[in-house]
């Protein structure tokens, strides 16, 4: 009996076997553990480095994806150029894009200083007079013609309030303006360099992202990434060249109501019109310079025509172009555009639909198929 109960060597053998590759599973368990918490520590350190230049990146990834299949297409046909010249072209091509319009926005600023300045001038020796709209307005004419003269047609008073005007902010103002131009311009910068490198890296980039995604997500993570790729596109097609659509349409208007610099208010209405909504201010602008021109039918005539673009374009034609991309009824749309705007600035018009577009794929998975693989 006794010789029964000592183990045999096989027994033994198996029972150590099992011991060292529990203990090889522990070890190679805690060094994913490991190598998964040192790789999150080192994202989050990246994230902290790059930080004030994440939004150039991010608007970099945005031009990157909103101009590759024109890329792409110009590169089968001309080459890449020693993979050099191409992106190059493209990179100079999107920062002429917003350098030329802003140039010229700066151009006509110069040329408006001026007649500013002389104004001011005119104001401090004559004061300010009435202006002819205020007897056109369709009510409370007399108070405001009242509180004009009061305060503003004598040439003391007017003095006085812009030399308030001058101490209490314009400084500050100007200083601060220098400051942001400087920093965008920076900032504008690095976002072509790091475009130029996409434009370049392109093909391998894409590549080692659809490897990563199936790591990470499974099947599940190319569809994901090209959902977010379509709702770019999506919005570039819905945002920009409708806005620039409409931008033109209410600059051909401006011109034929006679209000003064219709291409820069024109300019000034497409990018406006970008964000929903938004374009209603130029328009207001523009119809108050016919107003102070005394021209209230034409006023009205433009501020009926100016909503009536911005009607069919925010209720037909964005959302059919958004939301035949994204697959995103046009609320979740509206949605996303607004509350990115306001979480993200200007980058929040591309990142809030792509947000909603993978939060509502993610939500068709899982209630049509339960993230299955």
């Not at 890449?80 to 006509?108: D, K």
């Not at 900032?187 to 890296?201: A, D, G, S």
Request: proline share 5%.
């Amino acid at each position: 009996m006794a010789a029964d109960s000592v183990p045999s060597p096989t027994a033994e053998s198996t029972c150590a076997a099992t011991a060292r590759g529990e203990q090889q599973r522990d070890v190679a368990r805690l060094q994913r553990i490991a190598r998964t918490v040192l790789a999150i520590a080192l994202v989050l350190l990246g994230l902290y480095t790059l930080g004030n230049f994440l939004p150039a990146i991010a608007w970099a990834v945005v031009f990157a994806i909103a101009t590759w299949p024109l890329y792409q297409r110009c590169a089968a046909r001309f080459g890449t150029g020693g993979n050099i010249a191409l992106p190059l072209v493209f990179s100079a091509a999107v920062g002429l894009v917003f350098i030329i319009p802003l140039s010229l926005v700066a151009l006509e600023a110069g040329r408006e200083a001026h007649g500013l300045i002389a104004w001011v001038n005119q104001a401090r020796h004559q004061g300010l007079p009435v202006p002819g709209a205020v007897h056109h307005l369709p009510f409370g004419r007399e108070a405001v013609a009242s509180w004009w003269s009061e305060h503003l047609s004598d040439p003391d008073d007017a003095s006085d309030l812009l030399d308030r005007m001058n101490e209490g902010g314009l400084l500050a103002l100007s200083r601060n303006i220098g400051t942001q131009l400087a920093h965008r311009g920076t900032l504008f910068l690095f976002t072509l360099v790091t475009l130029f490198f996409l434009f370049r890296e392109g093909d391998s980039i894409t590549a080692q992202m659809r490897i990563a995604s199936r790591r990470l997500f499974g099947p599940r993570g190319e569809t994901i990434a090209r959902q977010v790729v379509a709702s770019i596109h999506g919005t570039v097609d819905g945002l920009v060249l409708v806005g620039l659509g409409e931008g033109v349409l209410l600059g051909i208007a401006y011109i034929l109501a006679g209000i003064p610099h219709p291409a820069l208010l024109g300019a000034v209405s497409a990018v406006a019109a970008m964000i929903p909504l938004g374009v209603i201010v130029a328009l207001g602008v523009a119809c108050l310079f016919a107003l102070a021109k005394g021209m209230v039918a034409v006023a009205i005539g433009l501020g009926a025509f100016g909503l009536l673009v911005v009607f069919v374009a925010d209720h037909f034609i964005r959302p059919t172009l958004i939301g035949g991309a994204t697959r995103l009824p046009f609320l979740w749309v509206l949605l996303g555009i607004l509350g990115g705007v306001e979480s993200w600035g200007l980058l929040g018009l591309f990142v809030g639909p792509a947000v909603m577009a993978v939060l509502m794929q993610l939500w068709r998975d899982f209630t049509g198929r339960g993230f299955e693989t």
